[in-house]
């Protein structure tokens, strides 16, 4: 069964911090991993990563992949209040139309 | 802009009752997702649907059952609603020619089964 594990659950940080959110996965087949803001109910796309060692970077927040020790990393530098959401992680594998999702994790920036 | 609506953001049911919540998309994609979130369990596919009148399966399907009669249109209906159904319905579609795997979700409905 696949498994998309993300830690930690919460975090608390004051604006301005920098932040490092982790996603570990057990996949077959794997194909990408995407990374998904949900600030109060739609969750909203950020990166979908396919390849190891290759950051993707938008703003103040970026992304890697590291396939062989099965984990991304989302960095947010310079937080701020508007960063505050769960910030989900997810898999899809080849010959599947699903995404396999970690249960998130809840980031509250205080001002 | 990609718009996926679902058409109501709170339901308030009762026990047995059938329930029905709308999805559509404006952007013609193929497939078409309900999941459910719940704290602690992340989202869960319940069904999916990558044509008009296909379906398939997810993870937690027991209990719903799905529609999809034309393309930008995919409802979930449970046929008795329980307690154990309240949730935080998601909507989401996507369009294979993209690889399939960029999901865009609509706003959500709170369903709460008393």
């Known amino acids: 069964e696949d498994k998309v594990v993300q830690s930690p659950l919460s975090l608390v940080v004051h604006e301005g911090d920098t932040v490092t959110l982790n996603c570990s996965y057990e996949v077959t087949n794997f194909r990408s991993l995407l990374w998904y803001k949900q600030e109060k109910k739609a969750p909203t796309f950020l990166f979908m990563l396919?390849?190891?060692?290759i950051e993707k970077k938008s703003g103040r927040l970026s992304s890697i992949l590291d396939k062989k020790e099965l984990f991304s990393i989302l960095n947010i530098t310079a937080t701020q209040t508007g960063d505050s959401a769960v910030y989900l992680c997810?898999?899809?594998?080849?010959?599947?139309?699903?995404?396999?999702f970690g249960t998130g994790t809840r980031l509250t920036i205080i001002p | 802009d990609v718009k996926v609506t679902q058409s109501s953001r709170y339901l308030v049911k009762r026990t047995g009752e059938k329930v029905f919540l709308e999805c559509v998309q404006d952007?013609?994609?193929?497939?078409m997702f309900w999941y459910r979130q719940d704290p602690g369990l992340g989202l869960r596919l319940i069904y999916f649907?990558?044509?008009?009148?296909?379906?398939e399966k997810g993870d937690i399907p027991e209990g719903y059952s799905v529609s999809r009669e034309k393309k930008e249109r995919f409802s979930l209906i449970l046929e008795s609603a329980s307690t154990n159904q309240t949730s935080m319905y998601l909507c989401a579609s996507t369009s294979l020619r993209g690889g399939g795997e960029k999901l865009f979700f609509g706003s959500g409905t709170q369903l709460s089964v008393l």
């Open positions: 952007m013609d994609h193929e497939n």
């Open positions: 396919t390849s190891s060692g």
């Open positions: 649907s990558y044509d008009v009148k296909m379906k």
């Open positions: 997810a898999t899809a594998n080849f010959g599947n139309e699903k995404l396999t």
